[in-house]
Nanobody, 113 residues
């Protein structure tokens, strides 16, 4: 059974940082691309970042380039999203995605003063 469990969200002031984690189980984690998406209030779910089998295979949506870093620890079956210089427009529920159809439950990130 595939499970994805996100954690690390919270309330942060503009300019602050958070690190999200997604713990995966039920599949051979090291063999698959992992992705982060986000859904802002009243909007659709948008792709944020992806990582291939190694850390140097990362890609990002333009709005987070230079501020977010995706990484993975294959020994821990975990993918991370380090978010810095957060802006109010980054407020959303952040989801982990894998295997062309599996989603985590999401973790809320709120950027507000």
């Amino acid at each position: 059974q595939v499970t994805l469990v996100e954690s690390g969200g919270g309330l942060v002031q503009p300019g602050g940082s958070l690190r999200l984690s997604c713990a995966a189980s039920g599949f051979t984690f090291s063999r698959y691309i992992m992705r982060w998406y986000r859904q802002a209030p009243g909007k659709g779910r948008d792709w944020v970042a992806s990582i291939g089998l190694t850390d140097d295979s990362a890609s990002y949506t333009d709005s987070v380039k230079g501020r977010f870093t995706i990484s993975r620890d294959n020994a821990k079956n975990t993918v991370y999203l380090q978010m810095t210089n957060l802006k109010p427009e980054d407020t959303a529920v952040y989801y982990c995605y894998a295997l062309s159809g599996y989603w985590g439950q999401g973790t809320q990130v709120t950027v507000s003063s």
